[in-house]
């Protein structure tokens, strides 16, 4: 079974802070990963894609990927309390794997 | 606008009864999909259909079942036979020759009472 790990948090940091999030998978053969943000109740919304390895940019949010060692991560700049939600990593294309999501506090 | 529509919002099931979610896209999109996301728990797919008349179960699917006879429509019945149905359910749909990630609907909350 295809696997996406994440750590499940709480994260908790500081207004103006920088929040990491990291996932890794487990098949090699992915190609398409994705990060959803999602509030409480509410169903999850794309916020970045990333296919290449490398960074990849988009206003205060930077995807990174690592395809050598299976790992993907989510870095949020300047922090704000409404980016307090759960993050959820996914992997594949036609039958995507999501990862448990990481909590993120943003204390104002 | 675009988008899906999941229908009802809010779900009570008794014991021994089926339910039918329903899903209704407008974007054109080929594909679409069944997730269940428990408290705490990531999304788990159920089903997945790429094309009209054909789906796939996912890794979950016991206890449930689908149709696609429109390219619009992906309805998901929760089964007698699905023990803990209790749980957030998504439908979602893609363009995969696009690979732009999934559209969720705003999801219908089943509850067995």
């Known amino acids: 079974q295809k696997e996406v790990e994440q750590n499940s948090g709480p994260l908790s940091v500081p207004e103006g802070a920088i929040a990491s999030l990291n996932c890794t998978y487990s098949?090699?053969?992915?190609?398409?990963f994705f990060w959803y943000r999602q509030y409480s109740g509410k169903s999850p919304e794309l916020i970045m894609s990333i296919y290449s390895n490398g960074d990849k940019e988009d206003g205060r949010f930077t995807a990174q990927l690592n395809k050598a060692s299976q790992y993907v991560s989510l870095l949020i700049r300047d922090s704000q309390p409404s980016d307090s939600a759960t993050y959820l990593c996914a992997v594949g294309n036609n039958d995507m794997r999501f990862g448990a999501g990481t909590r993120l506090t943003v204390k104002p | 606008d675009g988008g899906i529509t999941q229908s009802p919002k809010y779900l009570f099931r008794k014991e021994g009864q089926n339910v039918t979610l329903s899903c209704e896209q407008n974007l054109n999109h080929d594909a679409m999909y069944w997730y269940r996301q428990d408290p705490g728990q990531g999304l788990r797919l159920i089903y997945y259909?790429?094309?009209?008349?054909?789906?796939q179960k996912g890794d979950i699917a016991e206890g449930y079942s689908v149709s696609r006879e429109k390219k619009e429509s992906f309805p998901l019945t929760v089964t007698s036979a699905q023990k803990n149905p209790t749980a957030f359910y998504l439908c979602a749909s893609s363009e995969p020759s696009t690979n732009y990630g999934y559209t969720f609907g705003s999801g219908t909350r089943l509850t067995v009472v």
């Open positions: 259909s790429q094309i009209v008349n054909d789906f």
């Open positions: 098949d090699r053969g992915s190609q398409s």
